[in-house]
């Protein structure tokens, strides 16, 4: 075994296998794979190779579609047959919400170059004849999906990586990871020592016992998953015999199951609850090959409903059934990238869609190790998306929810019950009593919106559904009351949003932001170095508020900071509360090692209460001496001053385009500051108002999200950020590709857009924007109602020939094509006039 290598990859399934040859073709011909036992022998033998194209996630859809490319070039480039069948997937619908799923889910794969059809039910049974088409609405089809034998595609991909110089040591277990001096990896192995510049765990089961030898909890824990291969049946055997197509893989995501042909027989795969995480504590270290005992009775109602829709599969007897570990993540995404606090650690984990997942994870894992970027957005798998708060009983609760809504219907604003609450603000239970209706991000309870009282509920006619095994179409109880029945169109949620909002625009509202992530920043060398770091020019002037933008060396921008100077040398950083690990490890890595800068995280030592509306400063008057006034606190600027006989630093900045200030305060004050806000605004008539609602009126405001319309794959100049960043100032990350941007030309723009003849739904992101004649010219990042302008609105990133304000074009909401037309930014209050009030 050689003693040096660029780069380890551990683990030797289809992930690992695909990491190390995409590392390979970059050109690391000394990188070196570390397989305990057999290549394939932990979760890819007993995969069923399923490549489903279908994602909602923009950034899995991306990998996915890789993926099914690389797999086909593959088999040319190493001459292997990998068992590719590309005979497609049928997605079936019986129920009206599935088909909004759908037609959402077609937008989205547009946007993507991916190629879907929709079918009749005349059109599925002619593909798939023993399909019973009764009660279906119809189904999507994937043209280029199929299955591969996951076996013969890892094979491939060896010999391809080998033939390419690259080395795989099989059994050959590693025993310890250590991080010597100069920063780089000793693998230790029962076979000898490496040292590596770079290491990729990719170890599927053991992904925590890997994990633990350089101390990471990794957020991965498998749970079982069980499909059934049945015997030969006479008509698929005369099929072949005739020499017509394979039926495709047929999925009917509302029983929950999917199902394809398999040596002339059928294979029957079920996502039912119940489904337990197992290898909690990793696999024996002599595992190989393995799997469990088969629990028939857990998927029972599955086998029933499948005997249903495809009644030859009660006619066979079972060959074999198989129950395996998949390994799983707490919102089902697979975990690739960085590890958070480790140099050149790297994670590919967490891949419940192994086989479909490995090619494009290998691709975009080995860019960023290779090049220091992915080519695309990455957050939606990021292994910083998880925090500390993701351990063992967390994990087990979440995974098995994930697993077990494979199939359910993914609304926009769903939110799943499992493992919460979790991290609540002191004022949690107050806001609950005033009516709040609650979403989790990275942990934290955060109100949605509020129900017009605590004990309202919807109806149960409301969240009647059809009779089929995902029937989930409602929030979780609070306090017994069920308050939100989801839609991909506006839910009853909707007009409570509207009254929100109203209040704020016409008297004063109260938002909790204290999921807010939190970075003091200090040291002889703090203001340089965030100057060194940030596209924004730092405020000279103490007490100043800038938004400064973390930018990629590509121009892309990875991260937003609010940043304020609230002592003299010491900043104080805000951040999006859902990407805190993902931003304080960026801030920790580029920290320089001289001790000039120090970093003190205090996210969960500060609290933050937005106070928002035209009446906000008469609120703020009556609980403290500090003088509000635009001459004496101006927009942009922060003061630290006393709210009752409590403290806060006074920021006067939001995201909602009205006079306002956030409070950000010790978080042990909390309650006294929210019951004092409340009391002094009572006579303004205060209400507490949610995250819906402050995203409505942000999107009215065009203001801007990471990973939305701030993106690594779209340039800081084209997402509108100009007066963000300041080329002039001195050398900062990014800077030269900002300049050749302005040099070159943009190759897309942010725009605002007026969207026409909707009164049921808007807009939600991520759907296709096309010109007159159809041709794809862009992609929606976000949408709304705008409820102060009455307009429904989106906002989107397009081709710079059709960013002018007054161009028409087309938005596809739910499979319609709407007119559109842009907008000049900021269609409520465009000169701030209310901010600046």
Same mark, same amino acid.
Request: with cysteine; charged share 25%; hydrophobic share 35%.
């Given at each position: 075994m050689q003693s040096q290598a660029r780069a380890v990859v551990i683990g030797g399934g289809v992930v690992g296998v695909s990491t190390l040859y995409h590392l390979a073709n970059k050109g690391w011909d000394d990188a070196v794979l570390i397989e305990r036992k057999e290549l394939t022998s932990g979760s890819t033998w007993h995969a069923a190779g399923l490549l489903p194209l279908f994602n909602l996630s923009y950034s899995v859809g991306q990998i996915h579609k890789y993926s099914v490319r690389f797999y086909e070039e593959l088999q040319e480039e190493t001459g292997m047959n990998v068992g590719f069948s590309k005979c497609t997937n049928i997605r079936i619908a019986q129920t009206p919400d599935r088909w909004d799923e759908y037609m959402y889910y077609a937008g989205v794969a547009e946007t993507i170059g991916v190629p879907v059809n929709v079918l009749t039910p005349d059109e599925i049974k002619e593909i798939w004849p023993l399909c019973d088409t009764d009660g279906l609405i119809g189904a999507i089809q994937h043209p280029d999906d199929g299955y591969i034998q996951p076996a013969d595609l890892t094979q491939a991909m060896a010999k391809a990586a080998r033939d390419k110089g690259a080395t795989i040591h099989r059994n050959t277990t590693v025993t310890a990871i250590e991080q010597t001096a100069d920063g780089k990896w000793l693998v230790k192995t029962d076979k000898g020592?490496?040292?590596?510049?770079?290491?990729?765990?990719c170890t599927g089961n053991f992904a925590r016992k890997t994990g633990a030898m350089v101390g990471l909890d990794v957020p991965v824990i498998p749970v079982e998953h069980q499909y059934i291969v049945t015997e030969p049946h006479p008509d698929i055997l005369a099929r072949k015999e005739q020499g017509l197509p394979e039926m495709g893989v047929l999925r009917d995501a509302?029983?929950?199951?999917?199902?394809?042909?398999?040596? #002339?027989?059928?294979?029957? *795969? !079920?996502?039912?609850?119940?489904?337990?995480?197992?290898?909690?504590? +990793?696999? =024996?270290?002599?595992?190989?090959?393995?799997?469990?005992?088969?629990?028939?009775?857990?998927?029972?109602?599955?086998?029933?409903?499948?005997?249903?829709?495809v009644p030859a599969f009660g006619e066979l007897g079972i060959k074999r059934c198989y129950n395996g570990a998949i390994a799983y993540t707490p919102? #089902?995404?697979?975990?690739? *990238? !960085?590890?958070?606090?480790?140099?050149?650690?790297?994670?590919?984990? +967490?891949? =419940?869609?192994g086989v479909t997942a490995a090619g494009g994870a290998g691709w975009q894992i080995a860019e960023w190790i290779v090049e220091g970027e992915?080519?695309?957005?990455?957050?939606?798998?990021?292994?910083?998306?998880?925090?500390?708060?993701?351990?063992?009983?967390?994990?087990?609760?979440?995974?098995?929810?994930?697993y077990r809504n494979v199939?359910?219907?993914?609304?926009?604003?769903?939110?799943?019950?499992?493992?919460?609450?979790?991290?609540?603000?002191?004022?949690?239970?107050?806001?609950?009593?005033?009516?709040?209706?609650?979403?989790?991000?990275?942990?934290?309870?955060?109100?949605?919106?509020?129900?017009?009282?605590?004990?309202?509920?919807?109806?149960?006619?409301?969240?009647?559904?059809?009779?089929v095994i995902t029937a989930h179409n409602h929030s979780n109880p609070i306090d017994g009351h069920i308050k939100e029945r989801y839609r991909f169109g506006r839910s009853n949620a909707f007009e409570h949003i509207g009254n929100e909002i109203k209040n704020v625009t016409e008297n004063v509202g109260l938002l909790d932001m204290s999921a807010f992530a939190k970075m003091e920043v200090s040291g002889p060398g703090a203001r340089d170095w965030l100057e060194s770091i940030f596209a924004n020019k730092i405020p000279k002037t103490r007490g100043r508020v800038a938004l400064c933008h973390m930018l990629t060396r590509n121009g892309g921008v990875r991260s937003e900071f609010t940043v304020y100077e609230w002592q003299p040398g010491v900043f104080y950083l805000v951040s999006a509360g859902a990407f805190e690990n993902h931003d304080h490890d960026y801030l920790y890595k580029l920290a320089p090692a001289d001790g000039s800068v120090s970093l003190r995280p205090i996210t969960q030592k500060y609290g933050v209460l937005v106070l928002a509306g035209p009446k906000s400063r008469d609120v703020l008057r009556k609980l403290t001496r500090a003088d509000l006034s635009n001459n004496n606190f101006r927009w942009l600027s922060g003061q630290p001053i006393n709210v009752g006989h409590a403290s806060a630093h006074a920021l006067r900045v939001n995201f909602v385009g009205e006079l306002g200030w956030e409070l950000h305060h010790p978080i042990e004050q909390q309650n006294a500051i929210f019951d004092a806000v409340m009391a002094a605004g009572e006579e303004f008539s205060i209400a507490?108002?949610?995250?819906?609602?402050?995203?409505?009126?942000?999107?009215?405001?065009?203001?801007?999200?990471?990973?939305?319309?701030?993106s690594i794959e779209y340039n800081a100049l084209e997402s509108g950020l100009d007066r963000f960043v300041h080329p002039d100032k001195g050398d900062f990350i990014?800077?030269?590709?900002?300049?050749?941007?302005?040099?070159?030309?943009?190759?897309?723009?942010f725009v605002t857009l007026e969207v026409h003849d909707v009164d049921a739904y808007d807009a939600r992101g991520s759907e296709a924007i096309v010109d007159m004649d159809g041709n794809l010219v862009g992609?929606?990042?976000?949408?709304?109602?705008?409820?102060?302008?009455?307009?429904?609105?989106?906002?989107?990133?397009?081709?710079?020939a059709f960013s002018a304000v007054g161009t028409q074009i087309q938005i596809k909401l739910l499979g319609k094509l709407h007119k559109a037309t842009v907008i000049a930014d900021s269609p409520f209050d465009p000169d701030n006039e209310r901010l600046r009030g």
């Open positions: 020592d490496i040292v590596a510049e770079h290491v990729v765990s509302d029983s929950s199951w999917y199902m394809r042909e398999e040596n #002339g027989g059928l294979l029957l *795969g !079920p996502y039912e609850a119940g489904a337990p995480a197992c290898y909690v504590d +990793g696999p =024996s270290p002599d595992s190989e090959y393995e799997l469990f005992q088969e629990d028939l009775d857990r998927i029972e109602r599955h086998i029933e409903s499948a005997i249903v829709r919102d #089902g995404s697979p975990i690739i *990238g !960085p590890a958070p606090r480790l140099k050149n650690f790297w994670l590919n984990e +967490g891949h =419940s869609f992915p080519t695309i957005d990455m957050m939606g798998v990021d292994p910083r998306r998880f925090g500390p708060y993701a351990t063992e009983g967390y994990l087990i609760e979440k995974n098995e929810e994930a199939f359910t219907v993914h609304y926009p604003e769903e939110e799943r019950g499992a493992a919460r609450p979790l991290k609540t603000s002191p004022s949690y239970e107050r806001q609950k009593r005033l009516g709040g209706v609650f979403g989790s991000v990275y942990g934290w309870e955060r109100a949605n919106w509020y129900a017009p009282s605590p004990d309202y509920e919807i109806s149960a006619e409301d969240r009647a559904y059809a009779d507490p108002f949610g995250i819906r609602a402050m995203s409505s009126m942000s999107i009215e405001k065009s203001y801007r999200l990471v990973p939305r319309e701030l990014g800077r030269d590709a900002v300049i050749k941007a302005q040099n070159d030309g943009l190759n897309w723009n992609r929606a990042t976000n949408g709304a109602y705008g409820w102060r302008v009455d307009k429904s609105l989106a906002l989107a990133m397009v081709r710079p």
